[in-house]
């Protein structure tokens, strides 16, 4: 299909001739006129950009997501429905919009579109159960002039209260299509295979091109330094690669999207939970994928040090067939992974936890949401019933060129008690591990601190909950030792 086909506010739209690597945000502003959706910061940050997507979750049925437009390139709506704040009025104004107004949540009014749409989202959610749910949904917008509170009382009135409009009787007829797409045209192809046939028959005549899902990282490459990538070929359209299923081990699809996991964690892998809470914004996160976090191979990718300290293993394949590698093994340097040519991620298997199992995992970053590690660290520890280490992996991210295991820590764990000066020990052995750097977000040796500090928390929150969950009232992943006593 070389003609892209999307539903734009309620109507079917069809485009044959834009570039490929046209943004959302650029074909709405620049083709379509709608300029409510703004352009701040190009890069997911503020949230300005913010429209809505119907995608179907995890319970199969279709639900409202608000993302960022200027990620999102335009192929990858192929298919789907998209609704802009320009569609909000039809006779009245949007409950959100009404509760925006009401609170007096607007000022300058920049900001308000993008708040608006993720209100809009937050209006037909029904999980919405605790209030730091709303800062979470809120999370990614940024206003400079009218603080929050407003915002966020207005985010009160209306989140969950699913009214019976327009919207949401539409919402069961805007499934997602087919997001089978090809475009080759100037030297640029675009292509979103359905099947893995479709896919090796595009990587044999394309095997340069670029992997993509949600493009939360590849977009910056053309809103921030203006490059044009000339193949993409978006694994978005593969079923296989967004399973999510439970089981002895646990089988994460490398297209499942950070909220999804986040949903499917929370009684499944807490660790995991725990650091998908804190991983970016709500709109980030509908995008953002497990295999394109992995597959980055950032040294500060907040997937990779939890995961590798469960002790996961990276499914690959190829026309060839599938191999196994364990995640510890995947990352081979800076920005690299041991995938070959033509081979892709297909997901990543992790093991179930024993109930006994400690295990947990932390980000630390200047600030408290929507912001890149420092340091991040996934941990695990087994005990015997005679309280001895029989097993320690301890994961570390920013602490070097890859995520890392702190070898010479766990040696010091490993055959030794589970005890307070065993910990300060394997503490102390984190400088054998690791010769961190120095940067914008930390200097070497307040990393190797934290590291060290991480271990000695870790120990105190895991000996009141061997895999303990954040508290509902939290303000990030590390918590003080009054609130581990709190429980």
Same mark, same amino acid.
């Not at 199969?60 to 990858?76: D, E, F, K, Q, S």
């Given at each position: 299909?070389?003609?892209?086909?999307?539903?734009?506010?309620?109507?079917?739209?069809?485009?044959?001739?834009?570039?490929?690597?046209?943004?959302? +945000?650029?074909?709405?502003?620049?083709?379509?006129?709608?300029?409510?959706?703004?352009?701040?910061?190009?890069? !997911?940050?503020?949230?300005?950009? =913010?429209?809505?997507? /119907?995608?179907?979750?995890?319970?199969?049925?279709?639900?409202?997501?608000?993302?960022?437009?200027?990620?999102?390139?335009?192929?990858?709506?192929?298919?789907?429905?998209?609704?802009?704040?320009?569609? +909000?009025? =039809?006779?009245?104004?949007?409950?959100?919009?009404?509760?925006?107004?009401?609170? %007096?949540?607007?000022?300058?009014?920049?900001?308000?579109?993008?708040?608006?749409?993720?209100?809009?989202?937050?209006?037909?959610?029904? &999980?919405?159960?605790?209030?730091?749910?709303?800062?979470?949904?809120?999370?990614?917008?940024?206003?400079?002039?009218?603080?929050?509170?407003?915002?966020?009382?207005?985010?009160?009135?209306?989140?969950?209260?699913?009214?019976?409009? =327009?919207?949401?009787?539409?919402?069961?007829?805007?499934?997602?299509?087919?997001?089978?797409?090809?475009?080759?045209?100037?030297?640029?192809?675009?292509?979103?295979?359905?099947?893995?046939?479709?896919?090796?028959?595009? +990587? &044999?005549?394309?095997?340069?091109?670029?992997? /993509?899902?949600?493009?939360?990282?590849?977009?910056?490459?053309?809103?921030?330094?203006?490059?044009?990538?000339?193949?993409?070929?978006?694994?978005?359209?593969?079923?296989?690669?967004?399973?999510?299923?439970?089981?002895?081990?646990?089988?994460?699809?490398?297209?499942?999207?950070? *909220?999804? %996991?986040?949903?499917?964690?929370?009684?499944? +892998?807490?660790?995991?939970?725990?650091?998908?809470?804190?991983?970016? *914004?709500?709109?980030?996160?509908?995008?953002?994928?497990? !295999?394109?976090?992995?597959?980055?191979?950032?040294?500060?990718?907040?997937?990779?040090?939890?995961?590798?300290?469960?002790?996961?293993?990276?499914?690959?394949? =190829?026309?060839?067939?599938?191999?196994?590698?364990?995640?510890?093994?995947?990352?081979?340097?800076?920005?690299?992974?041991?995938?070959?040519?033509?081979?892709?991620?297909? !997901?990543?298997?992790?093991?179930?936890?024993?109930?006994?199992?400690?295990?947990?995992?932390?980000?630390?970053?200047?600030?408290?949401?929507?912001?890149? *590690?420092?340091? *991040?660290?996934?941990?695990?520890?087994?005990?015997?019933?005679?309280?001895? /280490?029989?097993?320690?992996?301890?994961?570390?991210?920013?602490?070097?060129?890859?995520?890392?295991?702190?070898?010479?820590?766990?040696?010091?764990?490993?055959?030794?008690?589970?005890?307070?000066?065993?910990?300060?020990?394997?503490?102390?052995?984190?400088?054998?591990?690791?010769?961190?750097?120095?940067?914008?977000?930390?200097?070497?040796?307040?990393?190797?601190?934290?590291?060290?500090?991480?271990?000695?928390?870790?120990? &105190?929150?895991?000996?009141?909950?061997?895999?303990?969950?954040?508290?509902?009232?939290?303000?990030?992943?590390?918590?003080?030792?009054?609130?581990?006593?709190?429980?």
């Amino acid at each position: 299909m070389n003609t892209l086909r999307f539903n734009l506010n309620g109507r079917w739209v069809e485009e044959p001739n834009v570039a490929p690597t046209t943004t959302l +945000l650029r074909y709405l502003r620049d083709v379509r006129g709608l300029t409510g959706t703004k352009e701040g910061c190009a890069e !997911g940050d503020c949230g300005a950009c =913010s429209v809505a997507v /119907v995608e179907n979750g995890p319970d199969g049925r279709p639900h409202y997501r608000a993302i960022n437009a200027c990620l999102v390139l335009l192929p990858m709506v192929q298919g789907k429905h998209v609704v802009t704040v320009e569609a +909000l009025k =039809s006779g009245e104004y949007h409950p959100a919009q009404q509760a925006m107004a009401a609170a %007096l949540g607007s000022q300058c009014g920049y900001c308000t579109p993008g708040i608006v749409m993720s209100l809009f989202e937050a209006t037909y959610r029904e &999980d919405l159960k605790a209030p730091w749910q709303l800062d979470d949904q809120l999370c990614g917008n940024l206003c400079r002039c009218t603080g929050y509170r407003p915002i966020r009382d207005a985010a009160t009135a209306v989140a969950g209260s699913c009214p019976k409009d =327009s919207f949401s009787a539409a919402l069961p007829e805007s499934k997602p299509g087919s997001m089978a797409f090809h475009h080759e045209e100037n030297g640029q192809l675009f292509a979103t295979p359905t099947s893995f046939d479709e896919l090796w028959s595009v +990587l &044999d005549e394309h095997p340069d091109a670029r992997f /993509v899902v949600g493009g939360t990282d590849l977009s910056l490459e053309i809103t921030k330094r203006f490059q044009v990538p000339p193949k993409l070929v978006s694994l978005e359209g593969l079923h296989e690669l967004h399973t999510l299923k439970e089981g002895p081990t646990h089988l994460l699809g490398s297209a499942v999207t950070i *909220s999804e %996991l986040e949903d499917f964690t929370a009684t499944r +892998l807490p660790p995991v939970h725990r650091m998908v809470r804190y991983f970016a *914004s709500r709109q980030i996160k509908h995008r953002g994928t497990i !295999g394109g976090n992995l597959c980055t191979a950032s040294p500060i990718g907040d997937l990779a040090p939890v995961l590798v300290s469960l002790g996961a293993t990276a499914v690959l394949r =190829s026309r060839q067939g599938e191999r196994r590698v364990l995640l510890e093994d995947f990352f081979t340097g800076y920005r690299k992974t041991a995938l070959q040519l033509r081979e892709l991620l297909v !997901g990543v298997e992790v093991p179930a936890l024993a109930p006994a199992t400690r295990a947990s995992a932390y980000k630390v970053s200047k600030r408290r949401e929507l912001d890149i *590690s420092a340091v *991040s660290a996934g941990l695990l520890v087994e005990v015997n019933s005679q309280n001895v /280490v029989t097993l320690a992996r301890l994961a570390f991210g920013g602490m070097a060129a890859t995520t890392k295991r702190a070898t010479n820590a766990e040696q010091a764990l490993v055959g030794h008690p589970w005890s307070e000066a065993t910990v300060d020990a394997a503490a102390k052995a984190i400088t054998k591990d690791f010769t961190p750097m120095s940067d914008h977000r930390g200097s070497a040796p307040y990393r190797a601190l934290v590291a060290a500090n991480l271990l000695r928390g870790f120990f &105190d929150e895991t000996s009141v909950t061997p895999q303990p969950r954040l508290a509902p009232g939290h303000a990030a992943t590390v918590l003080t030792a009054e609130e581990v006593r709190r429980g």
